[in-house]
């Protein structure tokens, strides 16, 4: 996966198109890679979000969240592909994870190889988790926890209200939280 150094402040953005969208390389491919969960998908992805970015760069509203623009078009390229139309599935609202244990938490002091590698398959687990999610709950919990976006941030990237997105980002931690209680039971037997 690919890192920013520095990301600059997007909620105002003005500039090239290059000083804006170059930047946010790093992060816009780990994104379309956890969409897209192939490393080609995520690389053709990012390249036609960039094409289209580029295209239409002359109707960003300068002063506007360039961020945002850019991580929705990505995510509406992504909704409208092959691999976006699998893997998008239907949430129940009224589905119930009420009673779900939270997972326990570990406290690490020191790093060991031991610790180390329980940090790693901790970090395993969560991973084939989230790919379990469906796509709604994987890209809130993306743009939320690991892009640390804003909730106004998210709502402007995926088109929905800010009240969706934070009731998205309830429910996708908590079938999180159930997925890997479940997966933590079936470890212990």
Known sequence: MYTDDAVPDYSSATGSFEQLAMPLFASLYNFAFWLAQD??????????????????????????????????????????????????TFISLDAGDEGAPAPEVTPRTAETPESL??????????????????????????????????????????GIPIGTVMSRVSRARRAMRKLLAASNEGAAQ
């Open 117 to 158: 590698l329980l940090a790693h398959l901790e970090r395993q687990k969560i991973q084939q988790v989230l790919e379990q999610l469906p796509v709604a709950h994987r890209e809130v919990i993306l743009l939320c926890d690991m892009e640390e976006m804003s909730y106004h941030e998210i709502g402007l990237a995926l």
């Open 39 to 88: 490393q080609a998908a995520a690389e053709d992805l990012v390249q036609e979000t960039y094409m289209k970015a580029l295209k239409g760069f002359s109707s960003f509203e300068q002063g506007s969240n360039f961020r945002a623009w850019i991580y929705r078009i990505l995510r509406n390229t992504f909704m409208t592909s092959q691999a976006g139309l699998k893997a998008s």
